[in-house]
């Protein structure tokens, strides 16, 4: 996966993009991909729900989101929006899992893409889309996740996500914080310019939104790339504190802290019997110090400004060494 970054004038600000087709059709609430449950008591029309997105896919290092939003949710909630999934998903590229019994095939873990109506910690009403990122027909997922959001008449649309850096676990994680406006952020994003990535369903979604007119923001933590295979809930703690600042939740995370503590030992538990791990987990810790205190005193890690040439004097230049060639 390359990345690539353009220096801009503007930094990070926002810019205007081309909007899908669908933006000027006026298209009514709903849309023949999904299935949205017609009559929800516990949702009253002055509810205004926030809904919280959390994709498996391309954005799931350290299986951030899955963790963040098992702890979100428990288990249950009541469907109020189902996905057609065999629209969506690529059954050979992810091929689901099943039980083979002796001599019969059982137990089938069909994909699902499913809206369902949640509850936090202080009994306010939210909706959390959950289920495997689509593989294709992403426009059209666009626009019916947009029936979802003004069926429900949704405030705003929160991603969580996380992404493998080379950054050491010793170091507080780091969110980069995203928003179809700019007054949507809950944090200063660290990156600056513009940065070329592979897109994703997640992304786009964003995207559309903000075009359409609803509020979307989201949130991807930055995960130590050594850890991304594995279930790290420090990295799921990051992206839930930030929901509830942007998505205005309340939500306990005494048990996460927990779990990440723990996991914390566990790893450095292998760390001492791995000098060579150790080794690389330290130069990543200096390189991390470096540019935090880098930041701080203002002064930057590239070489300093110096005039450069002009084209004409560096020709003047190449001709001169070729001519000390001859002469030799």
Avoid: K
């Avoid at 779990?259 to 030992?265: A, H, V």
């Amino acid at each position: 996966m390359r990345w690539t970054i353009r220096r801009t004038p503007e930094g990070n600000a926002a810019r205007p993009s081309q909007a899908s087709p669908a933006v000027e059709s006026g298209r009514p609430h709903s849309h023949p991909l999904v299935r949205v449950v017609d009559e929800i008591p516990e949702l009253d029309p002055a509810s205004r729900p926030v809904l919280v997105h959390a994709l498996d896919g391309f954005l799931s290092a350290g299986q951030a989101p899955r963790l963040a939003a098992d702890h979100l949710v428990g288990t249950g909630g009541r469907v109020v929006a189902s996905f057609d999934i065999d629209r969506l998903y690529d059954y050979r590229a992810r091929r689901p899992a099943m039980s083979f019994v002796r001599d019969h095939y059982e137990q089938y873990d069909a994909p699902r893409l499913l809206v369902r109506l949640h509850r936090d910690s202080a009994g306010g009403a939210f909706l959390l889309l959950r289920g495997p990122e689509p593989d294709n027909r992403w426009e059209a997922f666009c626009e019916s996740v947009r029936a979802v959001v003004e069926r429900f008449g949704v405030t705003r649309v929160v991603q969580i996500g996380a992404v493998p850096m080379a950054v050491p676990h010793t170091r507080p994680i780091a969110v980069t914080p995203h928003a179809s406006r700019p007054e949507l952020l809950t944090g200063e994003s660290p990156w600056r310019g513009e940065l070329r990535i592979p897109s994703s369903a997640q992304s786009l979604l964003e995207l559309r939104l903000g075009e359409w007119g609803h509020d979307a923001l989201g949130y991807v933590a930055h995960v130590p790339h050594y850890l991304a295979q594995l279930d790290y809930p420090q990295a799921a703690l990051a992206l839930l504190e930030e929901v509830e600042r942007g998505g205005r939740l309340t939500v306990d995370l005494t048990a996460l802290r927990v779990e990440g503590d723990e996991r914390g030992l566990e790893i450095s538990r292998y760390l001492a019997g791995n000098s060579e791990v150790s080794e690389v987990v330290a130069a990543l810790e200096q390189q991390y110090d470096t540019f935090r205190e880098a930041e701080t005193s203002g002064s930057s890690l590239l070489a300093e400004d110096q005039p450069m040439p002009t084209g004409e004097e560096i020709g003047r230049q190449f001709e001169q060494f070729l001519a000390g060639l001859e002469d030799d």
